[in-house]
């Protein structure tokens, strides 16, 4: 089991920047992949970026740029440092961890999300 916790929403003008973390309850070292997704109302939850075991990253088209995404092994942390918000990121975020077997997903992990809103 793997508990997520995520910190670092809030309410920011658009062109401003925010921080995400997400603290997992056990060493992250193992865990094939981690990353962020987003839902805003009405719409379905979307990925926004993840990071391998390897450190390697991959982003969302709309988030190319803006967004990155990081991984503190010590801290058994994982950032998503957001710049150049814009409404359209407006979203609840959910940290998300992926642990997999010779490539098949074996378990999967979210947090309880937390609100960023960007005003325009």
């Known amino acids: 089991q793997v508990q997520l916790v995520e910190s670092g929403g809030g309410l920011v003008q658009a062109g401003g920047s925010l921080r995400l973390s997400c603290a997992a309850s056990?060493?992250?070292?193992?865990?094939?992949?981690m990353g962020w997704y987003r839902q805003a109302p009405g719409k379905q939850r979307e990925l926004v970026a993840f990071?391998?075991?390897?450190?390697?990253?991959n982003y969302a088209d709309s988030v190319k740029g803006r967004f990155t995404i990081s991984r503190d092994n010590a801290k058994n942390t994982v950032y998503l440092q957001m710049n150049s918000l814009k409404p359209e990121d407006t979203a609840v975020y959910y940290c998300?961890?992926?642990?997999?077997?010779?490539?098949?997903?074996?378990?999967?992990?979210w947090g309880q999300g937390t609100q960023v809103t960007v005003s325009s």
């Open positions: 998300n961890a992926r642990i997999e077997v010779f490539g098949a997903l074996k378990n999967e992990y």
């Open positions: 056990r060493t992250i070292f193992s865990i094939s992949a």
């Open positions: 990071i391998t075991r390897s450190g390697a990253a």
